[in-house]
């Protein structure tokens, strides 16, 4: 079973920044997607940004060109560089990846890093 570890959360003043990588305990193949989703308390996981198969991006409209979604090689999954952060970024930060094998997706989710972002 694939386990995906994320790092480099932190605390943080408004206007500074993060590097958030996602890791995995082995290489992972035939991946669909991946991203970084994050859920702040009381309220429902949310996608941040998530590179497709052709290598498309996709960002929230929340990150506002704030924030840089990148993948890396093999174990070293991605990662994403936060700018600019605001409070209301706070939030437990997740990466998953999607794999598609023989008709069957699979996600794995990675444990979570905490943001707080407060003056």
């Known amino acids: 079973q694939v386990q995906l570890v994320e790092s480099g959360g932190g605390s943080v003043q408004p206007g500074e920044s993060l590097r958030l990588s996602c890791v995995a305990s082995?290489?992972?193949?035939?991946?669909?997607?991946m991203g970084w989703y994050r859920q702040a308390p009381g309220k429902e996981r949310e996608t941040v940004a998530i590179i497709t198969t052709g290598g498309k991006i996709n960002y929230a409209g929340f990150v506002q060109g704030r924030f840089t979604i990148s993948r890396g090689n093999d174990k070293d999954i991605m990662s994403l560089q936060m700018n600019s952060l605001k409070p209301e970024d706070t939030a437990v930060y997740f990466c998953a990846v999607v794999t598609y094998k023989g008709g069957t997706f699979q996600k794995y989710w990675g444990q979570g890093t905490q943001v707080a972002v407060s003056s």
């Open positions: 082995e290489s992972i193949f035939n991946i669909n997607n």
